[in-house]
């Protein structure tokens, strides 16, 4: 017994200190990768690409099945991203809920012949629509059955899109508007064949949104969305960009990707009944590019263009959770002759073990080692000396590698006002370890077990709150505009939901456009 | 006990441990401590930040007022007083301020506010010396960003600082000054078209195609056809083919003809629809005549380029073709054509409308509907 004891000991130990060193050398080769980027990115280069003819176009992309509740503003926020040559297709994936109907009537829309072409295999499309209003020239909106999967009905906005580059986004995602000048510069500035260009993903719960338009940026209020801020700059600004240098990025994410579409259809598109799409299609992308010997690279900027709203509260980051880390075994079940596989080079010997031993691999190894500690601790095989100061080890580390991510964002652009907003993150590390981390651990078990046990999990939705584009300024709205309200949906059984959504809609719908919207550029 | 006295006592002690435990509190240790050091430094970062921030909000908008009243109120001020009244609003004149005064005149600029007043302020505030500074900086940053400044504001005296640059080992940097080289010379602006190593990047033509614009705007492009002959790079043959078409280079007939025969289908497909740009119409029937024999790519700029001679004698070819091809993209392009080919396509479309069915008769109708902008 003592023996195993030890080889346990060891084994955490050297597990431990190993995802510390591929922390530490991610950190450094990130804080390269983030200073070479700024060395040679302007914003003049921004005005030089709206300024030219030569800007290649690029599909905006985003699905949406029972969005009813944010998918004006959101589409609006499409709308509104200042590039010279590009469409917004929205793929209204068999929804349930007013998601159509709302669009129709906002933008105008009619259904028009469209030659839609299944370069894809998807669930059957339906239709069409476009806008009559020329305001709206750029939007398409495709109505096709449900596919059970955002893969697929990404698949149908691939089969419509027009342009040789396409960002992937959710609805639910409030972009920068400068995020295609951005994104799109690494494609256009390297001599190697650029497949895919991923940027740093945010929560939007309490940042300010006018039309669409996020004019203000603060770390959310509620703790889950804060805790899921501070891990997605950690993910993003850490470790994907620390991939960048080396040119192994894992993925890019779902929310937020630039792809290039002739590579991503001839691998295949997205996996239809894939539920980590982002990660499945990068894989089927690298690997389109690895078969055929052919040289590519995936980019990454450290610039935060994509504002998502985070899950507000446990049950819905237990849902979003669970499905990621459903995705996650599927991913590593289909992609599995990848894993250690030197055909793939970085990929197989880097990028997937790294993801499979650190992250696919952690719950578990987590959730082993609290049951073997419980085991321990009725044996009286803890050291009690000891045993606080390896805790104490960890619990350090990952406050210092979240300070170092907080050092990481404020070189990249100063996103908060003020300096208590940025002391706000790195409290929110101190505690994160003890009260999200366990949760994320439990979430990531039941999504495995859900996986293996071949349970159904249908379209990643997440329950939307809407977005209040604060309170405050709702205080201002004119009284007519409450008066004016549908009365219908004033008695809808939504309620409170729907009223809030109501009163967001009718002063988005009376505002005038006009200068006071500052938007954020990164 | 010491302080001193109780931390050797310590260190003696982690010393008994075992070495797992001793290699454990020295990393705790260093973590606890760059913690510390991380938290000083984002404290440091905000101050400085907060103090740029302030800075900004005081002086840009007075700075703004200022430089607008000489630049589009013709309000007069000799070079001392503007500097002085420059250097009340900032106080100092120095690097941070005089980035201030250039990011408002490269604000103008790009807002297309013109006036003759520029080389008025530039001159008045040392903005040439300043950049010259920028050229020299260590920080690369710095650098890029004067090569952009100096073309935005058009100042084109600093050959011999490029010229360093053009020739540097840091290969972002030996591009930009490369093609910075092309708007900031006065004396050879082409002088290193032919020193391109491997292929263009799509960012290089941007970058290349605006210098061309300002030398456009100089009168200084006459010379741009000849490197089509000249070059041995592809990728650059093809983006100077395209050029030609977009200035509307004349007297390069021969030329394009000759790159007609070329081994590479992009340099043809580029010539053919420069062709089209330069409406050399005699070409229409050499085209059509290649049509059957050409890859695609060529094959769609050969549509392109009838569709923009619209001389109405090659309808029957473009009816051929369109129910020829199978590809659907294609098909589209070939449609459009037909549409806007004179009077006598438009009649051909409604034809062909009125005999096709299913998804033939879909593309036509998604090439008729004026609701989808990009077919």
């Known amino acids: 017994m003592e023996f195993f004891v030890k080889i346990y000991e060891y084994f955490i130990f050297f597990y431990a200190t190993t995802l510390i060193l591929s922390y530490i050398v991610l ?35 985003a699905p949406a099945y029972n969005e009813e509740l944010t998918i004006i503003v959101n589409v609006k926020s499409l709308l509104t991203l200042n590039y010279p040559l590009f469409e917004v297709i929205i793929v209204n994936d068999g929804s349930k809920d007013k998601t159509l109907e709302l669009l129709i009537k906002e933008f105008d829309l009619v259904e028009a012949p469209f030659a839609y072409v299944e370069k894809i295999k998807t669930k059957p499309y339906k239709r069409t629509f476009k806008s009559q209003n020329p305001r709206y020239e750029i939007l398409t909106v495709i109505d096709k059955e449900n596919g059970g999967t955002k893969a697929d009905a990404f698949n149908a906005g691939l089969n419509a899109s027009v342009f040789p580059y396409y960002l992937n986004t959710d609805v639910d995602c409030i972009l920068a508007r400068n995020t295609l000048t951005k994104m799109i510069k690494p494609i256009l500035s390297s001599k190697v064949r650029v497949i895919a260009v991923g940027a740093t993903l945010r929560m939007s719960n309490n940042c300010e949104i006018e039309e669409g338009i996020i004019t203000r940026v603060r770390p959310p209020k509620a703790l889950i969305p804060r805790f899921q801020e501070l891990e997605y700059i950690r993910s993003y600004l850490l ?48 690997a389109h ?15 935060s263009c994509c504002w998502t709203e985070g899950p507000p509260n446990i049950k819905i980051l237990s849902r979003q959770r669970t499905r990621w880390a459903r995705g ?108 999200y981390h366990p949760l994320i651990m439990f979430f990531s078990l039941k999504g495995y077990f859900s996986f293996v046990t071949s349970r159904e999990l249908a379209w990643g939705t997440m329950t939307r709150q809407g977005y209040e584009t604060e309170k405050k300024n709702e205080e201002n709205v004119d009284k007519k505009n409450k008066n004016d309200q549908n009365p219908d949906d004033q008695n809808n059984s939504n309620g409170e939901n729907k009223n809030k959504k109501n009163s967001v809609f009718d002063r988005l719908k009376n505002k005038k456009s006009s200068g006071e919207l500052e938007p954020i550029k990164t | ?51 740029v921030q302030k800075l900004l909000k005081n002086s840009v908008p007075e700075i703004k007022k200022l430089f607008e009243v000489v630049l589009f109120e013709n309000e007069k001020y000799d070079e001392l007083e503007f500097f002085e009244r420059f250097k009340d609003i900032v106080e100092e004149v120095n690097r941070e301020s005089l980035d201030l005064a250039v990011d408002v005149l490269v604000e103008f600029k790009n807002e297309h506010r013109e006036s003759d007043m520029y080389l008025f302020i530039i001159n008045s505030l040392g903005i040439v010396e300043h950049l010259e500074r920028k050229f020299d900086s260590r920080s690369n940053s710095e650098k890029m960003d ?50 391109y190593s491997g292929d263009l990047t799509k960012w290089d033509e941007i970058e290349l195609m605006q210098y061309l614009k300002l030398q ?5 492009l006459e010379g741009l ?31 394009l003809l000759e790159k007609l025969e070329d081994d590479n289908a992009k340099i043809r497909a580029e010539a053919i629809l420069t062709l089209g740009e330069l409406g050399i119409k005699e070409t229409e029937q050499t085209l059509i005549e290649r049509y059957y024999t050409e890859p695609e790519i060529c094959q769609v700029s050969i549509v392109k380029t009838i569709k923009k001679f619209n001389t109405g004698k090659s309808l029957k070819f473009l009816q051929e073709i369109f129910s020829e091809t199978n590809n659907t993209d294609t098909k589209k392009i070939i449609g459009e054509a037909i549409l806007n080919y004179s009077y006598e396509g438009k009649i051909a479309f409604q034809n062909l409308k009125n005999s096709l069915k299913g998804f033939d008769l879909t593309i036509l109708k998604h090439i008729e509907t004026p609701l989808i902008k990009y077919k």
Request: no cysteine; aromatic share 16%; glycine share 4%.
């Open chain 1, 27 to 61: 950190a450094i080769f990130s804080f390269i990768a983030i200073n070479r980027y700024k060395n040679y990115n302007t914003d003049i280069d921004d005005e030089e690409l709206l300024n030219s003819k030569l800007a290649p176009g690029i599909s905006v992309i």
């Open chain 1, 239 to 286: 470790g994907k960009m620390g991939w960048e240098l080396i040119n192994s990025v894992p993925n890019v994410s779902g929310g937020l990707g630039m792809f290039d579409k002739e590579i991503a259809i001839k691998a295949g598109g997205y996996g239809a009944d894939s539920h980590a799409e982002d990660m499945d299609m990068m894989t089927r992308m690298a």
């Open chain 1, 289 to 303: 590019m690895m078969n055929n010997r052919l040289k590519y690279k995936i980019g990454y900027i450290p610039l």
């Open chain 1, 328 to 435: 996650l075994f599927q991913m590593f079940t289909d992609h599995r002759r990848i894993l250690f596989n030197p055909k793939y080079r970085r990929l197989g010997l880097i990028t997937f073990p790294y993801i499979f031993i650190f992250e696919f691999l952690a719950p578990i190894i987590e959730a082993f080692g609290i049951l073997f500690t419980i085991f321990l601790f009725f044996y009286g095989y803890i050291n009690w000396n000891f045993a606080p100061l390896i805790l104490f080890y960890s619990y350090t580390f990952a406050i210092m590698i979240s300070s170092v991510v907080i050092i990481w964002d404020q070189m990249t652009f100063k996103y908060y006002n003020t300096t208590r907003e940025v002391l706000t993150l790195f409290l929110t590390a101190i505690i994160e370890p003890i009260l």
């Open chain 2, 1 to 51: 006990m010491s302080f001193v006295e109780w931390l050797l006592s310590f260190v003696y002690k982690i010393k008994t441990f075992p070495l797992i435990i001793q290699i454990t509190i020295v990393l705790t240790m260093f973590f606890l401590i760059s913690t510390f050091a991380l938290i000083i430094t984002i404290y440091t970062i905000r101050k400085k930040h907060n103090r």
């Open chain 2, 146 to 195: 004067a090569f952009q400044e100096a073309f935005v504001l058009n100042l084109n005296k600093f050959d011999s600082k490029i010229l360093v640059h053009a020739y540097s080992k840091n290969s972002q940097i030996r591009n930009e000054a490369r093609n910075s080289y092309l708007a900031l010379s006065t004396n050879d602006p082409y002088r290193f078209f032919d020193e």
């Open chain 2, 216 to 220: 456009s705007e100089r009168g200084n």
């Open chain 2, 225 to 255: 056809g000849k490197w089509i002959n000249y070059s041995k790079n592809d990728s650059l043959v093809v983006f100077l083919i395209k050029m030609v078409g977009y200035f509307k280079q004349k007297g390069i007939d021969e030329i």
